[in-house]
Nanobody, 122 residues
Framework: QLQLVESGGGLVQAGGSLRLSCAAS????????MGWFRQAPGKEREFVST???????IYSDSVKGRFTVSRDIAKNTVYLQMNSLKPEDTGVYYC????????????????WGQGTQVTVSS
């Protein structure tokens, strides 16, 4: 089972950018479906993006056109580039891994990172 460690969160003004990283160990990201989820205070965890083992990507409607998911196989790391950030993007962002292709369902993922806080000020 992959072990995942997120980094790159922080405080940014609306319109700014951040790049989150998800470093994996005990497995290779190229053979897993990797997902990004986020959870705002008082809300349920929601899907953000996924990249499958075949590099097919899917985005939620709320981030499409602003966020980009990618992976560096040599570094065994998945990234989430977040541009044009909005206050509603605030939350804890989690990286997750599952066998096979990507998925929009959090219940499909068996490995999770500890999360990284993203705060977007207006």
């Amino acid at each position: 089972q992959l072990q995942l460690v997120e980094s790159g969160g922080g405080l940014v003004q609306a319109g700014g950018s951040l790049r989150l990283s998800c470093a994996a160990s005990r497995g290779t990201v190229s053979t897993y479906g990797m997902g990004w989820f986020r959870q705002a205070p008082g809300k349920e965890r929601e899907f953000v993006s996924t990249i499958g083992w075949s590099a097919i990507t899917i985005y939620s409607d709320s981030v499409k056109g602003r966020f980009t998911v990618s992976r560096d196989i040599a570094k065994n790391t998945v990234y989430l580039q977040m541009n044009s950030l909005k206050p509603e993007d605030t939350g804890v962002y989690y990286c997750a891994a599952k066998r096979g292709g990507g998925s929009m369902r959090s219940a499909d993922y068996g490995a999770w990172g500890q999360g990284t806080q993203v705060t977007v000020s207006s």
